[in-house]
């Protein structure tokens, strides 16, 4: 399994949702938040790349595969609020890299919405900000464009496109090196668990448990959850 800041942060979040989705490949229904944020980070990448705003938050939209909750206003207005410029720097920069020198390095990949230089930026359609350090997301970011381009600090930020708000930080090898161990720990955990899996499938439900929390209200598998633990793994209200 390749990793990525979104599966740890899911496992770290729940293991029972993460081994549905993840290690049985369960499907997740397209919610209107999902959608939201993937036609405006398309959009915003069009508008970097040259096209006109509505030319832009259509291509958008059609990434969303025009979602029915999701309109092409509320696109258009959260687009309009990023501070962007056409050809400002490369958009959704890929990477793909081992978390250490092992042979048997778990690998973590990721999509970067903008790097420029050594300053990157990932863009959020969020309702509630919250802070660069509050996870590890820009952390591993910072790390991987550390790799790329044989820097020693990176500019990470957050953007809330809703409240025009930013949060960054100058990430240096420090900071990269926390996130990289946070990222190296959970996958190698995960990685011993999904092999102890293989051998002893009927203890699933020990090996990934479910952690009711308030992320339960937009896990698509509460209700199964409930059915088979019992009120006990419903979140308090």
């Given at each position: 399994?390749?990793?990525?800041?979104?599966?740890?942060?899911?496992?770290?979040?729940?293991?029972?949702?993460?081994?549905?989705?993840?290690?049985?490949?369960?499907?997740?229904?397209?919610?209107?938040?999902?959608?939201?944020?993937?036609?405006?980070?398309?959009?915003?990448?069009?508008?970097?790349?040259?096209?006109?705003?509505?030319?832009?938050?259509?291509?958008?939209?059609?990434?969303?595969?025009?979602?029915?909750?999701?309109?092409?206003?509320?696109?258009?207005?959260?687009?309009?609020?990023?501070?962007?410029?056409?050809?400002?720097?490369?958009?959704?920069?890929?990477?793909?890299?081992?978390?250490?020198?092992?042979?048997?390095?778990?690998e973590i990949q990721g999509y970067i919405d903008l790097?420029?230089?050594?300053?990157?930026v990932d863009w959020k359609s969020n309702r509630r900000?919250?802070?660069?350090?509050?996870?590890?997301?820009?952390?591993?970011?910072?790390?991987?464009?550390?790799?790329?381009?044989?820097?020693?600090?990176?500019?990470?930020?957050?953007?809330?496109?809703?409240?025009?708000?930013?949060?960054?930080?100058?990430?240096?090898?420090?900071?990269?090196?926390?996130?990289?161990?946070?990222?190296?720990?959970?996958?190698?955990?995960?990685?011993?668990?999904?092999?102890?899996?293989?051998?002893?499938?009927?203890?699933?439900?020990?090996?990934?448990?479910?952690?009711?929390?308030?992320?339960?209200?937009?896990?698509?598998?509460?209700?199964?959850?409930?059915?088979?633990?019992?009120?006990?793994?419903?979140?308090?209200?």
């Amino acid at each position: 399994m390749i990793y990525s800041f979104s599966r740890l942060s899911l496992y770290e979040t729940c293991p029972l949702r993460f081994r549905l989705k993840y290690i049985e490949g369960r499907e997740e229904p397209v919610t209107k938040a999902l959608a939201l944020g993937k036609a405006v980070h398309k959009g915003i990448e069009r508008v970097i790349s040259g096209d006109r705003h509505e030319e832009a938050v259509l291509k958008g939209w059609a990434e969303a595969d025009f979602h029915p909750e999701v309109s092409f206003d509320e696109i258009s207005e959260l687009v309009e609020k990023a501070p962007i410029c056409p050809h400002m720097g490369e958009t959704e920069v890929y990477f793909r890299l081992p978390l250490s020198d092992s042979p048997t390095a778990p690998e973590i990949q990721g999509y970067i919405d903008l790097v420029s230089g050594n300053v990157l930026v990932d863009w959020k359609s969020n309702r509630r900000p919250y802070g660069v350090l509050d996870n590890h997301q820009v952390g591993l970011y910072a790390w991987a464009v550390s790799r790329l381009r044989g820097v020693d600090q990176v500019e990470g930020s957050l953007y809330f496109l809703r409240y025009q708000k930013e949060s960054k930080h100058v990430f240096d090898s420090h900071d990269m090196e926390r996130s990289r161990q946070w990222a190296i720990v959970l996958a190698e955990k995960i990685d011993e668990k999904r092999l102890i899996l293989d051998l002893a499938p009927e203890k699933a439900d020990d090996l990934f448990p479910a952690t009711p929390s308030g992320a339960c209200r937009h896990c698509p598998f509460a209700a199964e959850c409930f059915k088979k633990f019992g009120s006990a793994y419903l979140p308090s209200s």
